[in-house]
């Protein structure tokens, strides 16, 4: 981009400081110093005025401010691996290019959620709370905080993508049993490895297994996919894993599931209305019953970086006149 005016790029959350550093030298960056989440008005006022909006997954880019986007608005580089939080349709229709950050997230969500699943089994965060309340311990007993062993489970997996894909080998390692629901197979080779059996039928799946973990993307087919209907086929000693995306779940039936003692718990790490949570979740995990987190399951440094150099490769291939590796188009949303 030598000799060019450089793009006024837009960041609307803080990034890692070596992403920052580098937006800064490559393009005209805006930074969001103080981390503080942009208004609505400020963002009306961001799309009409930059040639680049890197938002985050935390930010809401319907059709209402695609539409409000000035001329110089070119490319929205989103700083996410999904684009749920973008009308991608209404940016395609204003001649915006939307990209995301795909494929570096895999391994750290999959570390979560073979967390999550040892977690809420072996009571992890309620053993913890209880020596961080007073420190006070009445020592070992032979029938106390007992949990259940994973080893010899089996585990259902919905959606066995990359992050599926990556979850299973984990939990394979652990000596669970392999089970996954999908749109179809996974390529030949990766069954045979993992010793994986396939379910066509979802509701066929849950009812026969230990844990289940939902790694699908969100979709207006996955809203509730995991309804009130899907999740009373679950055995009540059963346990749920979710690091995908909160919507996937119907909240209020899973909370009312865990508290009538029809489902054993579950470990989530989103939520379907973030950054609120369900207050009845909230409550059973006082009582120890769920494990809940702050939508952690890509926060490592690492994953972060990977991130935001993938937003910096998409944003100069297009103004390189390429089309950007990660392009994200209507159809595939």
């Known amino acids: 981009m030598a000799g060019r005016k450089k793009p006024l790029v837009v960041i609307t959350r803080k990034l890692p400081d070596p ?4 937006m800064r030298e490559l393009f005209d960056a805006r930074l969001n110093v103080d981390d503080r989440p942009m208004t609505q008005p400020e963002l009306v006022a961001t799309v009409k005025e930059a040639d680049v909006l890197v938002p985050t997954v935390t930010d809401h880019i319907d059709s209402a401010l695609v539409e409000q986007a000035g001329p110089n608005l070119k490319l929205i580089a989103n700083f996410g691996n999904g ?3 973008i009308d991608v349709a209404a940016a395609a229709r204003k001649g915006i290019v939307v990209t995301n950050t795909p494929n570096v997230l895999t391994e750290d969500t999959a570390d979560m959620t073979m967390a999550l699943m040892l977690a809420v089994p072996r009571r992890l965060t309620e053993g913890a709370g209880l020596l961080n309340a007073d420190g006070r ?6 029938t106390w905080m007992l949990g259940r062993r994973i080893w010899g489970k089996r585990l259902g997996i919905v959606g066995m993508g990359r992050i599926g894909t990556a979850v299973a080998r984990r939990a394979k390692a652990f000596g669970l049993s392999i089970h996954y629901h999908n749109r179809h197979h996974v390529a030949p080779a990766i069954e045979e490895q993992l010793e994986a059996t396939y379910w066509e039928s979802l509701d066929q799946m849950l009812a026969r297994m230990d844990i289940i973990s939902v790694n699908c993307p969100s979709t207006p087919a996955t809203f509730h996919l995991l309804s009130a209907r899907r999740l009373a086929l679950l055995q009540p000693t059963a346990y749920l894993v979710n ?7 119907d909240e209020n039936a899973l909370a009312k599931m865990i508290q009538e003692g029809k489902l054993a718990g579950a470990g989530l790490d989103v939520f379907e209305h973030e950054p609120a949570v369900n207050p009845k979740l909230v409550k059973l995990a006082a009582k120890g019953k769920v494990v809940l987190l702050p939508h952690m399951g890509s926060a490592t440094i690492e994953g972060r970086i990977d991130m935001g150099e993938k937003v910096i490769i998409n944003i100069r291939a297009f103004f390189d006149g390429h089309r950007p590796p990660d392009r994200v188009l209507p159809d595939k949303v």
Do not use: H, L, Q
């Open 83 to 85: 684009v749920n939080n």
């Open 19 to 22: 992403v920052e550093t580098r």
């Open 243 to 249: 690091t995908a995306r909160g919507e996937i779940i």
């Open 137 to 142: 311990w009445a020592g070992w007993s032979p």
